[in-house]
């Protein structure tokens, strides 16, 4: 597949499990950002990655621990969940800079913690 | 500090009437803006930029500076165009978009 693709598409947990989402991007960007996406707040900013490197981080809950081994790939480990952390999470990609930028979104992940 | 607002959360039209939907902008530096849509059960997807200047799916935005405002358009409404949108500008220190809150936009038959 191409584009940015996102495992699992849903996911149910408790509050005492530990879960990863997983983004792949096949653009060639260097640049990944996680999102939350929920009724409450239509759209926040969570991670930026640029260059496997995390560039912010924007007051998130230390439940939620990103990690970019490479370019191409990033994880978001959960632990320890409240039952307001479900949410849609998406991942998007985007070249760092230039006039062509454009973030490129995944289908997100629909998560429940019960 | 930058900032988008999509002053309306639901906008329900008919069918073949006119659509705006309203975005206004407050940024110190020379802005580029988008709109991205999200129709049902499919992923957010670019809708236009400004500096394209085009006309997607009959969807127009016009830059305003002095009015700091980049509305969406479209004369005739089809119920297809039924989906969230989100009004968006580009900050390049850290190089991220700043969304607004989104507009959902009904289209009734």
């Known amino acids: 597949e191409t584009g940015v693709t996102q495992t699992p598409r849903h996911l149910v947990m408790g509050m005492t499990n530990k879960k990863s989402l997983k983004c792949e991007q096949h653009?060639?960007?260097?640049?990944m950002y996680w999102y939350k996406q929920s009724a409450k707040k239509p759209l926040e900013l969570m991670f930026v990655?640029?260059?496997?490197?995390?560039?912010e981080n924007n007051s998130v809950p230390s439940r939620f621990s990103p990690e970019c081994p490479n370019s191409s790939h990033l994880f978001l480990h959960l632990h320890t969940l409240q039952p307001e952390d479900s949410a849609l999470y998406l991942c998007?990609?985007?070249?760092?800079?230039?006039?062509?930028?454009?973030?490129?979104f995944g289908p997100g992940t629909r998560l429940t913690v019960t | 500090a930058q900032r988008v607002t999509q002053p309306e959360k639901l906008l329900s039209v008919f069918k073949g009437a006119p659509v705006e939907l309203k975005c206004n902008y407050s940024?110190?530096?020379?802005?580029?803006l988008f709109w991205y849509v999200q129709y049902s059960r499919q992923r957010l997807q670019l809708l236009l930029r400004h500096i394209s200047r085009e006309s997607i799916k009959g969807f127009t935005a016009d830059l305003n500076k002095g009015e700091t405002s980049f509305h969406l358009k479209k004369p005739f409404a089809q119920e297809e165009d039924s989906a969230m949108y989100y009004c968006a500008l580009y900050r390049e220190y850290g190089n991220k978009l700043v969304f607004g809150a989104g507009t959902i936009l009904r289209v009734k038959s």
């Open positions: 940024y110190s530096g020379s802005p580029e």
């Open positions: 998007a990609s985007s070249p760092w800079t230039g006039l062509s930028y454009e973030q490129y």
């Open positions: 653009l060639g960007h260097n640049a």
């Open positions: 990655y640029s260059l496997e490197e995390r560039v």
